[in-house]
């Protein structure tokens, strides 16, 4: 055998994992989790590409799934924490008010809940690993199912990142919301995703199993017919003043602020048709005006135009001293009537967690308001009205709760002028969607900066479509020429009315899906035992 010279190439041993570019092997290893996070957050607003929800945490559950138990709770943690950070980048906009702290409290959120999507993933591939049979799409399904509830009811509860919410566009998936909430529409979304992350040439049926739960998904085209629900004789008035948190804060404003809602609120009840009931958004009566001058305008306005007002103001309660978050009804015949103390506030934007124990977080976060004692019915122009106070809308059993009290629409008075223009406005007015879907009723929707107009008990959304000009006056654009994003960060009104409550889907409904669920979940447990005894 002859030696090889200096000169001839030496040939180059094959690579190795070791020696592969350390950039290549972290895309290799983090990458599926970064790129279900990115796809999940583009299928929310703004973006809402809403098909990508039922591919984008594929990626990560196949990743999940051939890891070892700890190694996929740090893939969903990765994935959680990216998902949430993009999709609540609306917080940061917090360091206007707040300073450098806000970015601080929402990478905060963000991590906590990405917490709860480590122990979800780390439990499934616990089971995968000593349970083989009971490792399969279901019991993933029914993890993030309990998951999403614990997000949203725990510590307060912040189930802002449902993905149930993405489906608000698609009335054929979201009416399954009103069989089981938006959980159920969230199961759909993972089993998908699942059976698409577990298939391959050996298990074929999990693709099959994907297109079933697909096409059992979009069956609602045919099971929930959108027949326009009976429209009542109660036509709303929403006012969109569009004013600025420095603005609504100054005390100099107050008078011109509560004036020019008042000439907007007289242009739209001097139209034709005229309304029922006049909405104004959340704290929209100004807290420096002297509560007996405030009240006495109201009284003339509802009074001077015949219709009902329903508005947000801060109440202050002298002989508790405490201040509270509400919403007032004033009549035409009697003047100001009933309110409602918001029950549930906002975790360092209403009342700071452990302020007593940790006080420098009452220097970089807002408190001071009080809790209400409970959930109450405000009557209104012939309506039973069940109110919401802005962030009450994620939560779904407050919605329901009204409407077993015997509610018939539902107000949500909210202002998000705090995240400019964000996202946050259009995620809210998803979430939004699914409380009328999921209760049938009509849902009202008034907001200082957008986006404002009413649901249908299917969903279905009608903008304010008039643009309010100097002095009050109001320059009406065709309704069918406004989509919802033309509204945004707008200075908008519209008179628009509100339809009855829509039929509840009936058992047969619960049934059909129950089937198609027990269905998959047999042939899931058959997988498994067989994988678990090959």
């Avoid at 290549?24 to 290893?29: E, G």
């Avoid at 709770?73 to 999709?87: E, P, V, Y």
């Avoid at 069956?219 to 009542?232: E, H, Y």
Wanted: aromatic share 12%.
């Amino acid at each position: 055998m002859s030696r090889k010279t200096a000169h001839e190439p030496v040939e180059a041993a094959p690579p190795t994992p070791a020696r592969m570019p350390r950039l290549r092997h972290a895309a290799a290893v983090f990458g599926p989790a970064v790129l279900a996070a990115v796809l999940l957050s583009w299928a929310f607003p703004r973006f809402h590409w809403h098909p990508l929800a039922w591919v984008a945490l594929a990626p990560l559950f196949w990743r999940a799934a051939r890891s070892a138990p700890w190694a996929a709770a740090g893939h969903f943690l990765l994935a959680g924490w990216l998902f949430h950070s993009l999709l609540l980048q609306w917080l940061a906009a917090n360091i206007f008010w707040a300073g450098g702290w806000a970015l601080l409290g929402q990478q905060f959120l963000c991590l906590a809940l990405a917490l709860f999507w480590a122990v979800c993933g780390g439990l499934w591939a616990l089971l995968r690993q000593r349970w083989p049979r009971f490792g399969g799409p279901f019991t993933l399904g029914a993890l993030w199912v309990v998951m999403e509830w614990c997000q949203a009811n725990l510590f307060s509860g912040f189930g802002w990142s449902a993905l149930g919410y993405t489906q608000g566009a698609v009335p054929a998936v979201s009416q399954w919301a009103a069989v089981g909430g938006v959980g159920l529409v969230s199961l759909l979304i993972v089993l998908v995703n699942a059976n698409l992350a577990l298939s391959g040439r050996k298990h074929p049926l999990r693709a099959a199993a994907a297109a079933l739960l697909l096409c059992g998904a979009f069956a609602g085209w045919f099971m929930f017919p959108l027949v326009p629900p009976p429209f009542a004789q109660f036509r709303a008035a929403l006012v969109q003043p569009m004013y600025s948190q420095e603005v609504k804060w100054d005390p100099f404003y107050a008078p011109f602020l509560l004036d020019n809602l008042d000439a907007m609120s007289r242009s739209l009840a001097g139209g034709d048709p005229a309304p029922d009931l006049i909405v104004w958004p959340e704290a929209a009566v100004p807290d420096a005006i002297p509560e007996p001058k405030a009240a006495g305008q109201l009284s003339r306005l509802s009074k001077e135009t015949g219709a009902w007002l329903l508005t947000g103001y801060g109440r202050y309660d002298r002989e508790t001293r405490n201040a509270y978050n509400s919403m007032l009804v004033v009549s035409p015949e009697t003047g100001a009537g009933a309110h409602y103390d918001k029950v549930h506030l906002a975790p360092f934007g209403e009342y700071v967690p452990f302020g007593e124990y940790v006080p420098f977080l009452n220097a970089i976060a807002f408190g001071g308001v009080s809790p209400g004692k409970e959930q109450r019915l405000l009557d209104a122009a012939g309506r039973k009205l069940g109110p919401l106070v802005c962030f009450e809308v994620l939560f779904a059993p407050m919605a329901k709760k009204l409407r077993d009290m015997g509610a018939d629409c539902l107000v949500v008075v909210t202002n998000l002028a705090w995240f400019g223009a964000s996202n946050a406005m259009t995620q809210e007015l998803e979430i939004a969607r699914f409380r009328a879907i999921e209760t049938r009723l009509p849902l009202i929707h008034c907001a200082n900066s957008g986006i404002s107009g009413v649901f249908d008990g299917y969903g279905r959304f009608t903008p304010v479509s008039a643009r309010i000009t100097g002095n009050g006056q109001l320059y009406r654009y065709d309704p069918d020429e406004i989509a919802p994003a033309m509204v945004q960060g707008q200075r908008m009104a519209g008179v628009i009315d509100v339809p009855n409550p829509a039929e509840r889907p009936g058992l047969r409904f619960s049934l059909a899906m129950a089937a198609l669920l027990l269905l998959l979940w047999a042939a899931d447990l058959t997988l498994g035992w067989r994988k678990a005894h090959a």
